[in-house]
């Protein structure tokens, strides 16, 4: 099993930044990519970006390109998302995935593990 805990969420002015962790620990040799998705209330559950386990490659959305850069330090297991110029379509609850057999891939039901999600919240 593999348990992932996402952190760094919060309150944020729009136009400010934000980065959020996710720690993964557990059998972490399973994991072949990793990912951030967002769900809005309301929403589907919405791909944000992935990459692969030694973090050589990356895979965005359209919508968060510019804005948005992941990045992993493998030391730690750990993969970060850091986020800029948020508005408030950037207002979701952002959960951390893990997958294990392929890689970069945009379709949640791909992956096998799931952070609890945690909270971004851009004022209107």
């Known amino acids: 099993q593999v348990q992932l805990v996402e952190s760094g969420g919060g309150l944020v002015q729009a136009g400010g930044s934000l980065r959020l962790s996710c720690a993964a620990s557990?059998?972490?040799?399973?994991?072949?990519?990793m990912a951030w998705f967002r769900q809005a209330p309301g929403k589907e559950r919405e791909f944000v970006v992935a990459?692969?386990?030694?973090?050589?490659?990356?895979y965005y959305a359209d919508s968060v390109k510019g804005r948005c850069t992941i990045s992993r330090d493998n030391a730690k297991n750990t993969v970060y998302l850091q986020m800029s110029s948020l508005n408030v379509s950037g207002r979701a609850v952002y959960y951390c995935?893990?997958?294990?057999?392929?890689?970069?891939?945009?379709?949640?039901?791909?992956?096998?593990?799931w952070g609890q999600g945690t909270q971004v919240t851009v004022p209107s």
């Open positions: 990459i692969n386990w030694s973090g050589s490659n990356t």
């Open positions: 995935a893990a997958v294990r057999h392929i890689t970069l891939s945009r379709n949640p039901r791909f992956y096998d593990y």
């Open positions: 557990g059998r972490t040799g399973s994991i072949s990519a």
